[in-house]
């Protein structure tokens, strides 16, 4: 049975004081310790929770079983620790990007009394993860693998993020700057390692099955199915019902190096790209229709169908012949499928 926010939920007020009496052993003063408290729940709570709760469903699917108490803490922690590496991309995203908003509430940095104090809170979000490793992980033989692990998929994050911000800054519209290279390597490294290869590598140290070839398999499916989440995620921000999607999309005025602006620029006439160049990343709802009317002329929803119809056949195939002998199991990759494919939000 997958777990749901609710259960998943229990478990980080106990973490949330575990980092609290951490920074207790250095006399943190009331004020900051309140405030630490604050931006820890402000900033890790009330996302969706996809990333952690997918540590526990695949560590059951690899096990086979449902965990005991213990496990499903352990597993749970672990998830949180992704949680909280989430959270310290958003709040300091947020600030590069001047966002407004984020969960339906203002960015942490735009929150009362908050301001560039934002940045050091994003490092203790960060700091968090490797206190908490230590104290239910540091026995574990694996131990070291998991330290490494966050770090590295840090490192590949924050790369992702760097090509991001050179190639579509906002303050600067350059369409020659745009290319699939670029994107693939964004969305590969800005998202596809840490929202899905994570999950499922702790997964697979935390059930004992983090062999070479099961790594390596688990990397090979989880790393296109990551691309193709963004692709998705770039599709239905232009032509999914905001209602449904439950917020308005801004890839278009934010200059955003999206699949879509690439397919566009792919097969545009040199008069649409024109259409495109005097209208693409301004903060301008007028400028914005005239890109979506020339999405919908360049029939770029047909591209995407037929996109994701190929892409779901060769990651089928690629789980179908999964080689089970080390303790993988086809299930862990069937589940992230089944949450991403076809979705509308």
Excluded at 74 to 96: H, N, P, R
Excluded at 330 to 337: A, D, P, S, T
């Amino acid at each position: 049975m997958p777990v749901s926010r609710q259960e998943f939920e229990t478990v980080f007020p106990k973490l949330v004081e575990d980092l609290k009496e951490h920074a207790a052993t250095y006399k943190l003063p009331e004020q900051a310790m309140q405030w630490f408290d604050k931006s820890m729940n402000y900033n890790t709570l009330g996302g969706k929770y996809n990333r952690g709760i997918s540590v526990i469903d695949s560590a059951q699917l690899l096990l086979d079983r449902k965990l005991s108490d213990d496990e499903f803490f352990k597993a749970a922690t672990l998830g949180w620790m992704i949680e909280l590496l989430q959270a310290f991309f958003l709040v300091s995203d947020d600030i590069m990007d001047s966002s407004k908003t984020r969960r339906g509430q203002p960015c942490w940095y735009l929150a009362p009394h908050v301001g560039m104090i934002a940045i050091n809170d994003a490092f203790m979000l960060e700091s968090g993860i490797y206190i908490l490793l230590k104290k239910y992980f540091r026995q574990e033989k694996y131990y070291v693998d998991l330290l490494e692990l966050f770090h590295e998929v840090t490192f590949q994050t924050e790369l992702g993020q760097l090509c991001d911000l050179l190639t579509a800054p906002e303050d600067h519209v350059d369409l020659d700057n745009f290319s699939m290279e670029k994107y693939t390597f964004i969305v590969i490294y800005k998202t596809a390692y840490y929202s899905f290869y994570l999950p499922v590598a702790l997964s697979l140290y935390f059930s004992g099955h983090a062999t070479v070839k099961n790594l390596k398999q688990a990397h090979d499916i989880l790393i296109p199915m990551g691309e193709y989440f963004q692709v998705q995620d770039d599709y239905l921000d232009n032509f999914a019902d905001p209602a449904t999607l439950g917020k308005i999309g801004t890839d278009i005025q934010d200059n955003k190096c999206s699949w879509l602006v690439n397919q566009a620029l792919k097969k545009c006439s040199p008069e649409q790209r024109q259409v495109l160049e005097r209208n693409y990343g301004h903060k301008d709802q007028e400028c914005e229709a005239k890109v979506k009317e020339l999405f919908n002329q360049l029939e770029l929803e047909k591209d995407y169908q037929v996109y994701e119809d190929k892409v779901i056949v060769q990651l089928r195939e690629r789980i179908e012949s999964l080689d089970e002998s080390e303790g993988l199991k086809r299930g862990v990759f069937e589940e992230f499928l089944r949450k991403i494919y076809k979705r509308s939000k």
